[in-house]
């Protein structure tokens, strides 16, 4: 995962000092990179024995690693900006052409943060489980219920037996009744929505295998999985919170969804030319679909 992306994601679940490092930290990498510790220390009003602790927590022996860490990504940021990324704010009087940039911007720079840290032996892991598995509940709400209503189409179609649910006393039903073998998902981009977090406790707790996927891999619905797969996520002026996490979460569940297909693979090719035949008559001549 690229540092800055796991700095975001994981601030929100920091002690309060930790938090104030990161929020400095993100407002300006290139600023960051350049400072000492006490500079750091002071601009975050924290202390350096914080600094210490918050470059351990990410895994670094000490302050120096950090900073040759973010110059390193900084610099390629840099670099990929020009090409990915106008500004998060779109104004009211603003032209649609830097509405088309901003959007296109966001999403491609999110995509690719969302594959740079993307756990592909954890990807493996969920589709191993997926393509054996008796049953398949997926939940999500809001914007988060769209994606798994999606992933729920793309499932079914290669027929792998999955429901998705998005109204909570429906999925706590379904969750009761899996076992093991089976899988659960659950779908939130703050991974703190209380009930796809009782969902996936409750499904965990018949044997059923629990899978989180989320842009906070900290959160408490990470907390109660057994697999978790990241999410990235960029907010701009109309695009906030779990609205901005849409395409990662699509992008997360459709290489899960392609590999899962991959080892049901003669069965996922039957199912395509059967499903193929069938809508046949319902599409007018002269095109390829």
């Known amino acids: 995962m690229e540092l800055l992306s796991r ?18 930290i993100l407002a300006n990498p290139t600023e960051a990179a350049r400072s000492t510790i006490v500079d ?35 610099g390629r940021t840099a670099r990929q900006r020009w090409e ?18 901003v959007v296109s911007g966001n999403d491609i720079r999110l995509i690719q943060e969302t594959a740079a840290q ?13 393509a054996h598995a008796g049953r398949v509940l997926l939940f999500g709400v809001s914007s988060s219920a769209a994606v798994s209503s999606e992933m729920e189409h793309r499932l079914q179609r290669i027929r792998i037996p999955t429901w998705s649910r998005s109204d909570a ?7 009761a009744l899996l076992g093991h073998g089976d899988v659960a998902v659950g779908i939130s981009h703050s991974g703190r929505t209380r ?5 996936l406790a409750e499904a965990g707790s018949h044997g059923a295998i629990t899978v989180a996927v989320t842009s906070h891999p900290s959160s408490p619905l990470a907390e109660v999985a057994e697999l978790v797969l990241a999410t990235a996520s960029r907010e701009t002026t109309f695009r906030a919170h779990g609205f901005a996490a849409i395409h990662s979460q699509l992008l997360v569940l459709d290489v899960v969804y392609v590999s899962v297909a991959q080892r049901t693979y003669e069965r996922t090719r039957e199912a395509f030319d059967l499903t193929v035949r069938a809508v046949e008559g319902h599409r007018l001549p002269g095109g390829e679909s």
């Open 7 to 24: 700095i975001r994601a994981e601030q929100a679940d920091q002690p309060e000092a930790l938090r104030k490092v990161a929020e400095v």
């Open 40 to 74: 750091l220390a002071e601009r975050s009003g924290t202390s350096t024995a914080t600094i210490t602790r918050f470059c351990r927590a990410l895994g670094f022996g000490g302050y120096a690693e950090l900073r040759v860490a973010i110059a390193t990504e900084s």
């Open 84 to 101: 990915t990324d106008i500004g998060q704010e779109i104004l009211p009087a603003d032209g649609l052409d830097r509405v088309l940039g």
């Open 118 to 130: 993307l756990d592909l032996a954890m990807v493996e892991k969920v589709a191993e489980a997926i």
């Open 169 to 175: 006393h429906s999925a706590l039903s379904d969750a």
């Open 195 to 199: 009930e796809v977090i009782e969902v």
